[in-house]
């Protein structure tokens, strides 16, 4: 294609429709006449005005022409331009013109979207990369479609499907940044900066994100602590009775002597914030052969899938909720939830699925299966 005879349509020159707003401005400055009754501006002034072309006001009003009205006198006169009409008039046109929303054409593959969104919480893109993988668009009642056909579906309302519904399309997140600073003195030897490449790669299974999440800020109340596997996304939560050095050090050695031997074939690597519930970092890796890394203050994204984790809690869990009012059944619920979540960045496999093509030895399987429900229920 030549750039002289192209025809892409630019932001400079692409068309768009007259508004409803650009219509009442005409309507006004037609329906102002001289003392002759002629009009005083003109269709050229009218489209310098509102920054369109002058054939586009031209074509506006010469629909109205059409309209016919009898006044008292019996004559037949040319309707004068109405916004209103104008605007439904356009509104009907469009209705019309529009093709038929491809989900419409497919309703078991619709009930099967609704169904996924409302009841199992997935995000368009998941069940999209789910049927791909699935080869559900070669079913009958099923269509190849794309993620944001979903989206537009949810707008124009074609599915059944509210805001309320979606997990994340009411959310507006306000983000706040902070300088990087040093990591203090204590901590200096277990900085983030020293953790090796391959952990940053995320090239081997066992590396893992630490954090603690709370209901009510105030008094002393039951937390979550959360940990992350970086190569899997595989997810485990365990109950704590408050936020505190001793109740993280106490959760550990409960996974320790669960795990025994296979501790350190699970967790090589825990990288955490520098909140006070790790000061007793030493005493979380004694025994074992588990590294231990620090992000820097006020550094979060430093390890973001905990973070992006946790937001997932949150869904289920919203802040100034109290975790004493959530079982120790909901919360491995919650757990289960999030490991058999197709993602986007494990080619639309779960968590779950990820781990399990990292181990071929069945009693370490078993184990790191079973350590989210055991461990909370000690």
């Given at each position: 294609m030549s750039v002289i005879n192209n025809t892409i349509k630019t932001k400079q020159n692409q068309y768009h429709h007259l508004t409803k707003e650009q219509r009442c401005k005409i309507e006004t400055l037609v329906n102002i006449k001289d003392e002759n009754g002629e009009r005083v501006y003109s269709n050229t002034y009218i489209a310098n005005f509102l920054g369109v072309h002058k054939s586009t006001i031209s074509r506006e009003l010469r629909k109205r022409i059409k309209s016919k009205i009898m006044v008292m006198t019996g004559k037949i006169k040319n309707k004068p331009y109405n916004a209103t009409d104008a605007q439904n008039d356009y509104n009907f046109k469009r209705s019309m013109s529009k093709a038929k929303y491809k989900l419409d054409q497919y309703p078991k593959m619709k009930k099967f979207i609704e169904e996924k969104i409302k009841k199992d919480k997935w995000a368009p893109d998941a069940i999209v990369g789910y049927m791909k993988i699935h080869n559900m668009f070669e079913y009958d009642g099923y269509c190849e479609i794309t993620t944001p056909t979903i989206y537009y579906a949810i707008h124009h309302h074609v599915l059944d499907i509210k805001l309320s519904d979606m997990r994340r399309m009411k959310y507006d997140p306000k983000y706040e940044y902070h300088e990087k600073k040093d990591i203090t003195e204590s901590k200096r030897e277990y900085s983030i900066d020293k953790r090796p490449e391959e952990i940053n790669k995320r090239e081997v299974f066992g590396h893992f994100e630490l954090?603690?999440?709370?209901?009510k800020r105030s008094g002393i109340h039951e937390c979550l602590m959360t940990?992350?596997?970086?190569?899997?996304?595989?997810?485990?939560?365990?109950?704590?009775?408050?936020?505190?050095?001793?109740?993280?050090?106490?959760?550990?050695?409960?996974?320790?002597?669960?795990?025994?031997?296979n501790f350190n074939k699970i967790f090589k690597s825990i990288t955490t914030d520098n909140g006070t519930e790790f000061s007793d970092f030493l005493k979380i890796i004694e025994n074992t052969k588990t590294q231990i890394y620090f992000c820097h203050p006020y550094c979060s994204g430093e390890k973001g899938t905990n973070e992006k984790?946790?937001?997932?809690i949150r869904y289920f869990i919203p802040k100034g909720e109290l975790i004493e009012n959530y079982s120790y059944e909901d919360i491995n619920n919650i757990v289960s939830w999030m490991n058999n979540y197709p993602r986007k960045i494990l080619n639309y496999k779960t968590p779950l699925e990820a781990f399990l093509d990292e181990f071929n030895d069945k009693n370490v399987i078993n184990k790191i299966y079973k350590l989210q429900e055991k461990v909370n229920n000690i």
């Amino acid at each position: 294609m030549s750039v002289i005879n192209n025809t892409i349509k630019t932001k400079q020159n692409q068309y768009h429709h007259l508004t409803k707003e650009q219509r009442c401005k005409i309507e006004t400055l037609v329906n102002i006449k001289d003392e002759n009754g002629e009009r005083v501006y003109s269709n050229t002034y009218i489209a310098n005005f509102l920054g369109v072309h002058k054939s586009t006001i031209s074509r506006e009003l010469r629909k109205r022409i059409k309209s016919k009205i009898m006044v008292m006198t019996g004559k037949i006169k040319n309707k004068p331009y109405n916004a209103t009409d104008a605007q439904n008039d356009y509104n009907f046109k469009r209705s019309m013109s529009k093709a038929k929303y491809k989900l419409d054409q497919y309703p078991k593959m619709k009930k099967f979207i609704e169904e996924k969104i409302k009841k199992d919480k997935w995000a368009p893109d998941a069940i999209v990369g789910y049927m791909k993988i699935h080869n559900m668009f070669e079913y009958d009642g099923y269509c190849e479609i794309t993620t944001p056909t979903i989206y537009y579906a949810i707008h124009h309302h074609v599915l059944d499907i509210k805001l309320s519904d979606m997990r994340r399309m009411k959310y507006d997140p306000k983000y706040e940044y902070h300088e990087k600073k040093d990591i203090t003195e204590s901590k200096r030897e277990y900085s983030i900066d020293k953790r090796p490449e391959e952990i940053n790669k995320r090239e081997v299974f066992g590396h893992f994100e630490l954090d603690t999440v709370l209901g009510k800020r105030s008094g002393i109340h039951e937390c979550l602590m959360t940990l992350t596997e970086r190569k899997t996304r595989f997810e485990m939560i365990f109950k704590l009775q408050s936020k505190s050095s001793e109740e993280v050090v106490n959760k550990f050695n409960q996974i320790k002597e669960y795990m025994k031997n296979n501790f350190n074939k699970i967790f090589k690597s825990i990288t955490t914030d520098n909140g006070t519930e790790f000061s007793d970092f030493l005493k979380i890796i004694e025994n074992t052969k588990t590294q231990i890394y620090f992000c820097h203050p006020y550094c979060s994204g430093e390890k973001g899938t905990n973070e992006k984790h946790n937001s997932i809690i949150r869904y289920f869990i919203p802040k100034g909720e109290l975790i004493e009012n959530y079982s120790y059944e909901d919360i491995n619920n919650i757990v289960s939830w999030m490991n058999n979540y197709p993602r986007k960045i494990l080619n639309y496999k779960t968590p779950l699925e990820a781990f399990l093509d990292e181990f071929n030895d069945k009693n370490v399987i078993n184990k790191i299966y079973k350590l989210q429900e055991k461990v909370n229920n000690i």
